[in-house]
């Protein structure tokens, strides 16, 4: 139970890695990021139904989260930070009601089952049982994280993403645009959002909602452990998703959200720049 | 001044006479329905207003503080039995209390956490108001019924009248208090937090008590709200209605009370508004043409880019086509919010009503109140005793980042009355000398003694309240706030009064007294007759002379000076040796830093030399300038000198 929690944990790490991605470049963040794991998880539903085997579906659904992501970069974060303002925290809630509105009347409100190729038996581990859906989550949440590290470390242009990371002016000056390495977290963040919805969807089901919960908790996860932090989120979600487990198993299904939530505004009071981040100098 | 009167309070008259006619005239109780809940948002959303307009923030909690005090109002009565006006009282104290914990942790960050904080905080009230059963029945709700005001039944129009009375009263509150001392610190510490609190104003406590009473303000309406419906679900307080007030208030438009109204018309309308599928079109329609002629307007005019032209249009688009292709509107309402806000905030960053209220201003021009006249300088800025004793000691200051040794081991007195010299080639650390001193950086070690007193460390709150003030190398003014009420805002030992007593508009006294203040010291830099000009908008100089009157505001006992002198012309350098000397005469202790050596000679009593941390020399500046370290700390060539 606390490892199929640990699981869970993953995939808000994920979620809460895209956070990380777009933070990185452009201090901002898509405050409609469960939007988009959702409409991406309800598209990949429908390449399903209309046929697609399921090898295709998966770039499919990811190609469709690239485009969400550069969509809301080009519509809602751009001009914000051309303006230097905080606009696009509203821009992006925006969006997000935009995106669940829709998902509401093409798909439906109901949750819908998501077919999976994999054998659902739980199999027996170092004594502890556990499905080969919550495998493939495990490995599927790695391997894009992996990737894309990969991607970062080992050609040019992760190395500009990186500049841009480090310090946007600097990189501006050496030739790196900056808004195009901003779309391309962008994108990233929405391949990051494609995959976990893919990922979930077998075991939640697919439906507008779906992603309400999840999106808190990823929040929870990307500021504990600072929206710096590299890898530490990965840490803090399989931590936040055992204690999930714990708690709905003691106190209660209902107050399965609290330790997120707790936990959250506990780091916020005693570490601003979460468990794993760095401080900042005021400087005048 | 009468056109003012006639003009903001006349407005103000009409609405009020609008609202509370309406009863007496329609006997439709939908209506009336309506126009309750329209006096509950409008306090809703003029609390919001305080963090989202004012504080600048993106608070996503107000939702939370509207169940919250709902939820106590409804139990007080219910479990307590309680009457109106104590149930009310309580949701208030809860939701201010609890807005104020908040506050404490939330409130040290900024943008997108503060946002992430406040969003937890609705999720997590959602969960304990929905599993707490023993306490709110949870899912079930909680039903209550009204208890009489005094004695009496108040029926449905006795109620509203109960609630716009309420308004009114926060309307009231609310303009007395952004007409204080309040209003400027909220507006300055957008500008510049690290500037407040060296000003001694205190970004922080400031930040939390106007979150604490946004929140209560919440509470208050989350009471009303349950005597109006005398049923409770905890399921109503949550994201999609807290989205839904965020986007009124942006919407109305921020930092003002007509927005904040307006913006809760347009909540309450709105249902209303997507049922009738005509009105919706024509609605529709209207918003597409203004789009259109707005943009190509600003197109013409070059204040719009492309792309802040062409995303209402587009916006705009999609609602009319989807009016016309879609079955049913109520279903899209969302998305229909969603695209409306879209072309609000992208076109009218501002809101309508602020669109609105520069369009007016600029319409009628409405002057602004005269000032009084001058208070004499000697009682803003009393003469102090130069006795020459030691005022300021440091002894053994260090200072490191990392493995730089920025201040390394300084130990220099700063005698009373004295104009102390800090000098040295670029990073030799004399700003981090000074930013240690005046409280933005800790001392790794070391001591700092004004007084004979240690001085706080790493505040630039407690540092400014000990006596010591500072200007900034790169500005640090309030640009959106007029060279009177930047010098206003740092006035210490006026501003007695606490808030309630502001709330209530008890402080306008104390208001004109620190105007008269401000404009003395104004006259001492020469900015007299710019008082009324935006900060942003002085030349140059005139930006690095209000720093110093602000910084004499805070009535200090030394005074910092950070590159007065950087970039002035020559006339103004001038000019700013000229203001020095005045402050001098006042008998007020300064260390001026400066690269311009004529003006340090003519000014300073002692010179301090810093390069690579330590002191290398110290003396007169006659003395300083002929010695052999100072020279080649400058121009690096010993061999030349010794030749």
């Known amino acids: 139970m606390v490892v199929s929690g640990a699981l869970m944990g993953l995939v808000y790490a994920l979620i809460a890695y895209g956070f990380q991605l777009t933070f990185a470049t452009s201090k901002s963040i898509n405050f409609g990021q469960g939007e988009l794991v959702m409409l991406s998880a309800f598209f990949s539903l429908s390449l399903l139904d209309w046929g697609m085997p399921y090898w295709l579906m998966i770039p499919g659904g990811l190609l469709f989260g690239v485009a969400l992501g550069l969509v809301v970069e080009r519509t809602c974060v751009r001009l914000a930070l051309e303006q230097k303002s905080e606009g696009w925290i509203l821009m992006t809630i925006i969006f997000g009601l935009l995106g669940f509105s829709s998902a509401e009347n093409i798909w439906g409100r109901d949750d819908r089952p998501f077919p999976t190729s994999l054998p659902t038996d739980a199999l027996q581990v170092f004594g502890v049982n556990i499905t080969p859906l919550e495998i493939s989550v495990a490995i599927g949440v790695f391997t894009v994280m992996g990737l894309i590290e990969l991607f970062k470390r080992k050609t040019l242009l992760g190395k500009a993403f990186e500049a841009v990371s480090a310090d946007r002016d600097a990189a501006e000056l050496m030739g790196v645009s900056a808004t195009r390495t901003i779309m391309l977290s962008y994108g990233l963040s929405g391949l990051v959002a494609a995959m976990a919805g893919i990922l979930i969807s077998p075991i939640t089901t697919v439906g507008p909602t779906m992603a309400s919960a999840l999106i808190l908790k990823a929040f929870s996860v990307a500021v504990v452990a600072g929206l710096d932090s590299g890898f530490g989120v990965v840490l803090v979600g399989i931590v936040l998703g055992a204690l999930e487990s714990l708690t709905s198993f003691y106190l209660g299904s209902g107050w399965r959200e609290a330790p997120g939530l707790v936990l959250l505004i506990l780091a916020l009071a005693i570490r601003p720049n979460g468990v794993f981040g760095k401080a900042t100098i005021r400087k005048v | 001044m009468l056109?003012?009167?006639?003009?903001?309070?006349?407005?103000?008259?009409?609405?009020?006479a609008i609202l509370g006619t309406i009863p007496l005239t329609v006997s439709n109780s939908y209506a009336l329905g309506l126009l309750t809940l329209l006096a509950i948002y409008g306090i809703l959303l003029i609390g919001l207003d305080v963090t989202v307009g004012y504080l600048g923030q993106v608070n996503l909690a107000q939702a939370a503080f509207l169940g919250i005090g709902a939820y106590t109002t409804g139990l007080c009565i219910n479990l307590l039995g309680w009457g109106m006006p104590l149930s009310l009282l309580a949701a208030m104290g809860i939701t201010l209390v609890i807005g104020a914990l908040l506050a404490f942790p939330a409130l040290r960050l900024e943008g997108p956490q503060f946002a992430l904080a406040t969003l937890s905080f609705t999720a997590l009230s959602t969960t304990v108001l929905n599993e707490w059963e023993s306490l709110t029945q949870g899912a079930q709700g909680l039903s209550i019924s009204r208890p009489p005001l005094f004695g009496i039944n108040l029926g449905a129009s006795g109620f509203y009248w109960l609630c716009l009375v309420l308004m009114i009263l926060v309307w009231l509150a609310m303009k007395n208090l952004l007409s204080s001392q309040w209003g400027r610190a909220f507006e300055a510490l957008r500008d510049s937090p690290i500037a407040t609190d060296a000003m001694g104003v205190g970004t922080y406590r400031h930040k939390v008590a106007g979150f604490a009473f946004g929140s209560s303000l919440g509470g208050l309406a989350g009471g009303l709200y349950v005597l109006n419906f005398q049923y409770l679900q905890p399921q109503v307080f949550t994201y999609d209605l807290m989205v839904i007030l965020l986007l009124g208030v942006v919407l109305g438009g921020r930092k003002s009370l007509w927005g904040a109204f307006f913006g809760a018309s347009l909540i309450v309308l709105l249902p209303n508004l997507l049922s009738n599928r005509l009105l919706f079109n024509v609605i529709s329609a209207i918003g597409l043409l203004v789009a259109v002629a707005a943009g190509v307007y600003g197109l013409k005019k070059k204040t719009m880019k492309l792309f802040q032209a062409m995303a209402p249009v587009v916006s705009m688009g999609i609602l009319v086509a989807g009016g016309l292709m879609v079955e049913n509107t109520e279903d899209w309402r969302k998305a229909i919010f969603a695209l409306m806000l879209f072309s609000v905030v992208v076109g009218l960053p501002e809101g309508i009503m602020g669109f609105a209220s520069r369009y007016l201003t600029q319409l009628f021009r409405i002057d602004p109140p005269a000032l009084p006249a001058a208070s004499a300088l000697d009682d803003v800025l009393p003469m102090q005793p130069a006795d020459g004793k030691a005022l300021l000691q440091l002894r053994n200051l260090k200072r490191h980042f990392g493995g730089v040794k920025a201040v390394d081991d300084v130990s220099f007195t700063v005698s009373s009355g004295h104009i102390h010299g800090l000098i040295g080639p670029n990073g030799s650390g004399k700003s981090t000398a000074v930013n240690v001193i005046s409280g933005l950086y800790a001392p790794t070690s070391g001591e700092i003694l004004l007084h004979d007193k240690a001085l706080p460390y790493g505040s630039l709150f407690r540092v400014a309240?000990?006596?010591?003030?500072?200007?900034?190398?790169?500005?640090?003014?309030?640009?959106?706030?007029?060279?009177?009420?930047?010098?206003?805002?740092?006035?210490?030992?006026?501003?007695?009064?606490?808030?309630?007593?502001v709330l209530l508009?008890?402080?306008?006294?104390?208001?004109?007294?620190?105007?008269?203040?401000?404009?003395?010291?104004?006259?001492?830099?020469?900015?007299?007759?710019?008082?009324?000009?935006?900060?942003k908008d002085l030349t140059y100089g005139s930006q690095r002379f209000l720093e110093i009157a602000r910084a004499l505001a805070c009535k200090p006992q030394l005074l910092i000076l950070d590159e007065p002198a950087a970039g002035l012309s020559h006339p103004d350098a001038g000019n700013l040796v000229n203001i020095i000397k005045r402050v001098h005469q006042r008998g007020i202790t300064m260390i001026l830093i400066e690269h311009h050596m004529d003006v340090v000679s003519?000014?300073?009593?002692?010179?301090?030399?810093?390069d690579g941390g330590k002191i290398i020399a110290e003396g007169t500046a006659e003395v300083v300038k002929r010695d052999p370290l100072v020279i080649k700390a400058y121009l690096g060539a010993a061999e030349v000198t010794a030749a």
């Open chain 2, 3 to 16: 056109k003012r009167l006639l003009l903001i309070r006349g407005a103000e008259l009409i609405a009020l």
């Open chain 2, 465 to 501: 309240r000990h006596g010591v003030s500072r200007t900034f190398q790169n500005l640090q003014l309030f640009g959106e706030l007029s060279a009177l009420d930047n010098v206003m805002l740092a006035l210490k030992g006026v501003y007695r009064h606490p808030l309630p007593m």
């Open chain 2, 505 to 535: 508009g008890f402080a306008r006294k104390e208001e004109k007294r620190a105007q008269a203040d401000a404009l003395a010291l104004l006259d001492l830099v020469g900015l007299r007759d710019q008082a009324r000009t935006k900060a």
């Open chain 2, 602 to 610: 003519e000014l300073c009593d002692t010179v301090t030399v810093l």
